[in-house]
């Protein structure tokens, strides 16, 4: 069963291109977390999907970033117009039902995305 | 006051030492806690859930103090292989419904020396 799987694991941009990262749940996960860890800080969330909804996603930028889930394919995080301060680690995470649920409720995480924007 | 705070780090202790990780956290109405390990430049994965009655997993032990919403977790006879980042994490809690919404420590950096 292969865990959560991200792509690219590492993309660099220049200043005002377009980023695009994809992760593909686990199997039978129908819940996507996206998390964002800047140099030195700890993960924080983006944004929460189900498939083709988008649940909350507060602590994305209102400005050049979108998320989505389809019906078919991995969730995307999208990050237009890219600029410095967007280089980060961007981590998925999926699970079963909504986290932390019933049970031990663990979140599986993805190796991540790392941005470099130059 | 930050929403989880950790002990800054870094430890470097001998192997067989035993260690001690603190972090508070702010928002009372959490529900869940847990302990997650992050190695250089990897995802984090869970260590263990903090339960109220306090828990242990071979090495590993947590305890939760609700009333001082604290977490602590004490690793006894290090191992070189314990050599991570410990992240401090909380759920969202509160009637809002943001039980997913994970609310991470920086971590604490733990470097065990042969």
């Known amino acids: 069963n292969a865990g959560v799987m991200q792509n690219p694991r590492h993309l660099v941009r220049r200043r005002g291109q377009e980023a695009r990262l994809r992760c593909s749940p686990m199997k039978g996960h129908s819940h996507v977390y996206w998390y964002r860890q800047l140099p030195e800080e700890g993960l924080k969330f983006m944004v929460y999907l189900q498939k083709e909804n988008i649940i909350d996603e507060s602590g994305m930028p209102k400005e050049r970033f979108s998320a989505e889930f389809p019906k078919e394919g991995p969730s995307i995080l999208r990050i237009q117009q890219v600029v410095r301060g967007d280089s980060a680690a961007y981590f998925c995470?999926?699970?079963?039902?909504?986290?932390?649920?019933?049970?031990?409720?663990?979140?599986?995480f993805g190796e991540g995305s790392r941005l470099t924007v130059l | 006051r930050k929403e989880v705070e950790q002990d800054p780090g870094p430890f470097n202790v001998p192997e067989g030492a035993t260690v001690a990780f603190n972090c508070t956290y702010s928002?009372?109405?959490?529900?869940?806690f847990f302990w997650y390990r992050q190695d250089c430049r990897k995802e984090p994965k869970l260590l263990m859930s903090v339960y109220s009655s306090g828990n242990e997993d071979g090495r590993f032990t947590a305890q939760l103090n609700r009333a001082s919403q604290y977490i602590s977790l004490l690793i006894r006879d290090s191992k070189l292989s314990d050599s991570a980042t410990y992240l401090c994490?909380?759920?969202?809690?509160?009637?809002?419904?943001?039980?997913?919404?994970?609310?991470f420590g920086k971590g604490t950096l733990l470097t065990v020396n042969p």
């Open positions: 928002n009372s109405a959490s529900q869940s």
């Open positions: 994490v909380v759920n969202g809690g509160g009637s809002g419904g943001s039980n997913y919404k994970l609310t």
């Open positions: 995470a999926s699970s079963p039902q909504e986290f932390p649920g019933g049970g031990a409720g663990e979140l599986f």
